[in-house]
């Protein structure tokens, strides 16, 4: 079973930058994808960014692009979201997600991909 802690979210102005972590616990052949989302109040959750634990290679929402950074460290068990240049659109509860399935060329960007959740983290941006 994987379990999924966040950290690191907060208030900031706009303009500002936060660090999340993730600390994962579980077998790693259930984390071939991890990933964060986010969830504003009425409103879907959403894909932020995407990275596959055998290569480090990350994926973005258009909406985040050049101002987020995925990244992870496998010594930890650890992921991390870097955002920068923080926005008040980016006001959201964010979550960590897990996925224990392989997706060939498509990259997993909805939540029926994953299966495993964090409790998420409340990141508050304000103008």
């Known amino acids: 079973q994987v379990q999924l802690v966040e950290s690191g979210g907060g208030s900031v102005q706009a303009g500002g930058s936060l660090n999340l972590s993730c600390a994962a616990s579980g077998p790693t052949i259930s984390r071939i994808y991890m990933a964060w989302f986010r969830q504003a109040p009425e409103m879907e959750r959403e894909a932020v960014a995407v990275?596959?634990?055998?290569?480090?290679?990350?994926t973005y929402a258009e909406s985040v692009k050049g101002r987020f950074t995925i990244s992870q460290d496998n010594a930890k068990n650890t992921v991390y979201l870097n955002m920068n240049n923080l926005k008040s659109e980016d006001s959201a509860t964010y979550f960590c997600a897990a996925s224990k399935s392989f997706y060939g060329a498509r990259i997993p960007f909805s939540t029926v991909d994953y299966d495993y959740w964090g409790q998420g983290t409340q990141v508050t941006v304000s103008s």
């Open positions: 990275i596959r634990r055998s290569t480090g290679s990350g």
